[in-house]
């Protein structure tokens, strides 16, 4: 994978995130860009430990499914996608929930942790395609730091208008990454490799 395309996944991966910064930003009182800071390091430190582990195991199960373990990279991001897009329009998805008006540590953990699962599954998928892990994680955190900062700032302003169109496009994102593996290991589709 180069490194445009995980970019592309970073920005996906980091929509859940971009919500929940969203969200508390839209409650926060007191300063913004510390507030905004902190949240990005949850954020962006969870959503780069995660694809590691992930890769970890992945990279032990290469051997034994390598001959269609772009099948399962597919899967992976089509499933994680779909449900980013599914939950954007169920009513009884989550939405700004977030009420409290000040940092609290323990709900930062527990949010980052909740928006960075879907990145340990997309780290098996680098395990299983042999993908240069170290670049992976460092692209995936710092674009997820970035985007939850701005989020923090945007929620500060417009508050959790944007959640769903948040979603929606990470979720595309994702299952077009997983279609562009599929389709390169199926020989159907050859693109350059940008960087």
């Given amino acids: 994978m180069n490194f445009f395309e995980i970019f592309l996944i970073g920005v996906g991966l980091s929509m859940d995130a971009l919500a929940a910064s969203i969200c508390k930003g839209a409650v926060l009182k007191g300063n913004n860009i510390k507030n905004a800071a902190i949240i990005g390091l949850f954020f962006g430190g969870f959503q780069a430990l995660m694809p590691f582990i992930g890769y970890l195991a992945g990279s032990q199960a290469e051997k034994f499914i390598s001959s269609f373990d772009h099948w399962i990279a597919f ?3 089509a499933i994680l996608g779909g449900k980013m897009i599914f ?5 009884d998805g989550e939405s700004c929930d977030i009420t409290k008006d000040k940092l609290d540590y323990k709900e930062l953990f527990m949010l980052a942790v909740a928006t960075s699962i ?9 395990g299983m395609l ?10 995936i955190g710092c ?7 701005l989020g923090v700032l945007v929620g500060k302003f417009f508050g959790s208008k944007f959640e769903k169109q948040a979603n929606i496009a990470g979720g595309c994102i994702l299952i077009l990454i997983g279609l562009k593996i599929l389709l390169e290991h199926l020989d159907i589709l050859r693109l350059p490799s940008v960087f």
Avoid at 87 to 91: C, K, L, Q, V
Avoid at 130 to 139: D, L, Y
Wanted: without cysteine; glycine residues 14%.
């Fill in 143 to 149: 674009t997820t730091f970035a985007i939850s900062v």
């Fill in 87 to 91: 939950d954007s329009f169920n009513p």
């Fill in 118 to 126: 879907d990145a340990l599954v997309v780290g098996i998928s680098f």
């Fill in 130 to 139: 042999g993908t240069n892990i170290g670049g992976a994680v460092a692209v």
């Fill in 75 to 77: 899967g992976l991001l």
